[in-house]
């Protein structure tokens, strides 16, 4: 089963789902009511999606071609945000559009750009230290390169 394709996507989404209930449940028990907290802790969640994609991105650009693992990094992510969006809020005791449209897709666009965001910067940082999978078959194709000797002409 975790040779399937689907099994990381399935992972991935319910492992961001996992860090909305877990601060849905900080906002319910300890700060009910309090909007400044409650924003905050929106925030910080957001932060750590980012910061989980980013870390995902980095490791899995090392091993192979970004036309394989993005689709999968992306695939969890817009599963993470459904199930974040449209049923994290019964955790809440809330429903998704129990404070109306716009509260809705600002979550929509909040979790979108935090998920690119995040996306992007692993993907950079890897390879602005050269350790991305194509930097790496770069490297390799040169040191082949400069290794074959010299071809002899003869006159």
Not at 32 to 49: D, K, L, P, Q
Not at 86 to 115: H, I, K, M, R, T
Not at 130 to 138: F, H, I, M, Q
Request: glycine share 12%; with cysteine; net charge positive.
């Amino acid at each position: 089963m975790r040779q399937q394709r689907w099994f990381p996507i399935a992972v991935l989404a319910l492992s961001l789902f996992a860090v909305n209930v877990v601060a849905r449940l900080v906002i319910r028990i300890g700060f009910h009511g309090n909007e400044t907290a409650e924003s905050r802790v929106s925030v910080v969640m957001f932060a750590v999606i980012g910061v989980v994609l980013a870390t995902l991105a980095f490791v899995w650009c090392q091993r192979v071609p970004v036309g394989r693992w993005l689709p999968d990094l992306a695939g969890g992510a817009v599963g993470g945000m459904l199930l974040t969006i449209l049923v994290g809020p019964f955790v809440s005791g809330d429903n998704p559009f129990s404070e109306g449209a716009g509260n809705f897709f600002s979550q929509v666009w909040l979790y979108g750009g935090f998920a690119i965001g995040g996306t992007v910067l692993g993907y950079w940082i890897a390879t602005a230290l050269g350790r991305d999978y194509r930097s790496k078959a770069l490297r390799a194709y040169a040191e082949k390169r400069n290794t074959r000797p010299r071809r002899v002409v003869g006159r």
